[in-house]
């Protein structure tokens, strides 16, 4: 039950208007190392707030870590997230999509869920928000809740397996522990 964590990461944005910006103030505490951003037309004013790069969407793909969809649905944007869209995205890659979803960004990135899909592509994970009005219960991903994991990072996870370990040892050697949980009046 682990995921990849922000810190240190390149978040790419697909439409960076009032919400892929609000989307953006959000993640820049969790330590994001790159924005990068697309969309009809570089927009250096908003961008600067949080220090994003305007790039084609191609290298946004290619590079980001995690791949925010927050552009409206168009006939410019329908079909935006096809086969070569997901096949150039990192095998660890997150794709995340908060708008209006066409059938075929629906469809894709249901099929490319964390394991192979019809199309031989495999990415890190999906998350979709808002349906097309027309595909109301296929579009529909599997609800999962989840308990308080917000530290299951592959990074986080390890440094406490580091930190268990010295504990352990030094505690076997009858030494301080470093990391030792005091319980009781001290």
Known sequence: M???GLSNSTV??????????AIAQRLKPFGVKTFLYTGRQPRPERAAGVNAEYVSCEKL?????????SCSLTPETEGLCNKDFFSRMKKTSVFINISRA????????????TRKGRHGMKIGGTGADLRH???QTAAAPPLVILPHIG???????NTMAILAVNNLLKGLAEEDMPSELKIGPT
């Open 2 to 4: 682990c995921g990849y």
């Open 12 to 21: 790419g944005i697909i439409g960076l208007g009032r919400i892929g910006m």
């Open 61 to 69: 793909t290619e590079d980001s870590d995690f791949v925010v969809v």
């Open 102 to 113: 066409d059938k075929e960004r629906l469809r894709r990135s249901r099929g490319v869920k």
């Open 133 to 135: 009005p027309s595909n």
């Open 151 to 157: 530290s299951a990072t592959y990074s986080t996870r």
